[in-house]
């Protein structure tokens, strides 16, 4: 097998029979354990005949690098990796390890059909649902049927409460945000809602360091190119952004929310937190937690 240096830019082609997003998720999930590497990334999505991936070969020689595919398809398999492997190439079918190990403990044969996890099933439909219920009812916008939410997150601005409820959406969970403002009342209907039991929605508060909610703050202002009094106000003050925040830690503690702090913490993070968090409202008390 052919090495590379590691400080030398590198091409890396993703092949995949369906979509591919499934394969690019791993893949720069795996990159990102490499520090200061520079990967080049060659998609190649629907690959599914002959033809398709003669071209798809004849690019990889072109541009040589490591493979990594998710095909299924016995005869594509075998003339990629054959292909790569006279290439000098690395060619990983980044799948196999999970089918081979689910289908040894469940003693089940894998069905061996492209694209099945993009099948228009139920599931598909209840994802589109979610994120259209999270646009619906996005900074509290609309309080009419919040009480469907699997999910409601209240937190000061910029605590990433939209973006995590769009991820959450795209798990299928529904998922609404408040925005908490001091000054402001908030709404009883939310509070009158049993988020304490198995029906309710789970409510969960976010919060962010008074520095980090700053500095978000300025920067959105500046992307939004607001008027330049609105940088002089209380929203950017640091003393009133630290008061702001210990008003909503006493609120949300008074109310028996679960607290999360988002300050280092990406989206994807916070929502795996959440999950888990439904996962014991929902009945699984003994699921511990992901990130302390």
């Not at 979509?19 to 998720?25: F, V």
């Not at 095909?71 to 196999?96: F, I």
């Not at 994120?131 to 997150?153: H, M, P, R, Y």
Request: hydrophobic share 40%; with cysteine; proline share 7%.
């Amino acid at each position: 097998m052919k090495h590379h240096r590691a400080d030398a830019p590198f091409y890396i082609h993703l092949v995949s029979d369906a979509t591919g997003t499934t394969l690019q998720g791993l893949a720069r999930a795996c990159l990102s354990q490499f520090e200061e590497v520079e990967a080049v990334e060659r998609f190649w999505p629907m690959v599914r005949t002959d033809k398709q991936l003669e071209r798809v070969i004849a690019e990889i020689a072109e541009n040589p690098g490591p493979v990594l595919f998710t095909m299924v398809d016995k005869h594509l398999r075998k003339t990629l990796q054959r292909a790569v492997h006279d290439l000098g190439l690395p060619c990983m079918p980044v799948l196999d390890p999970i089918i081979k190990g689910l289908s040894s403990y469940l003693g089940v044969a894998p069905k061996g059909v492209p694209g099945l996890q993009h099948a228009l099933d139920a599931a598909y439909f209840k994802r589109i649902d979610a994120v259209d219920f999270a646009l619906s009812f996005d900074d509290g916008q609309n309080l009419d049927g919040i009480e469907e939410a699997d999910v409601i997150l209240v937190g000061v601005s910029r605590t990433s409460k939209t973006p995590t409820c769009i991820f959450l959406a795209r798990r299928g969970i529904r998922a609404a945000n408040i925005p908490f403002v001091p000054d402001l009342p908030f709404p009883e209907k939310v509070l009158k809602l049993k988020d304490s039991s198995h029906d309710g929605p789970l409510i969960v508060g976010l919060t962010e360091t008074p520095d980090r909610l700053v500095a978000l703050r300025r920067n959105r202002l500046r992307a939004e190119d607001m008027n330049p009094h609105y940088t002089e106000n209380t929203y950017l003050d640091i003393d009133r952004v630290e008061e702001e925040i210990r008003v909503a830690r006493k609120f949300f503690s008074a109310h028996g929310w679960p607290v999360i702090d988002v300050t280092r913490r990406s989206v994807e993070e916070t929502s795996a937190e959440i999950q888990l968090l439904l996962q014991r409202k929902l009945g699984h008390k003994d699921q511990p937690e992901l990130l302390s």
